[in-house]
């Protein structure tokens, strides 16, 4: 069996709302989280920065202490492992990268929660909201 690995983050910042979200979408409509194919050489944590910047145009700061994993089949013989982290941004805004993404949106917990099509998203949010408000 062969592995595809990406790595991402869990994007937030909070407020005078709370805690909220940066939640991407697809462009085949598919909700969730900035993340990306490894390059040659980098650490997971290069790689997600990197890509939560080319996504979002986010310098977000990673957390210590978290870090979850995703795996999925994407054909008989390549799993896809995507490693995220949590990552923390404040008083920056967001620039879209229109070659992979439709939309980004700011939500709270039940809103992204509401939003997401897989339970492997809804788990990993979960996650992260609980290490977050422990």
Known sequence: MKYEKSCGA??????????????VQSLEGFHGFPKGHMESGE??????????????????KLLKGFKTKDEHPISDDIIKQIIYFIAEYREQSTKIQTEELMKIDLM???????????????????EANDFLTR
């Open 108 to 126: 709270d917990f039940d809103e992204a929660m509401d939003t997401f099509e897989f339970e492997s998203s809804k788990r990993i949010l979960k």
């Open 10 to 23: 869990v994007v937030f910042t909070k407020n005078k709302d709370g805690i909220r979200y940066v939640i």
């Open 43 to 60: 650490t997971e944590e290069e790689t997600a920065l990197r890509e939560i910047f080319e996504e979002t145009g986010l310098k977000p």
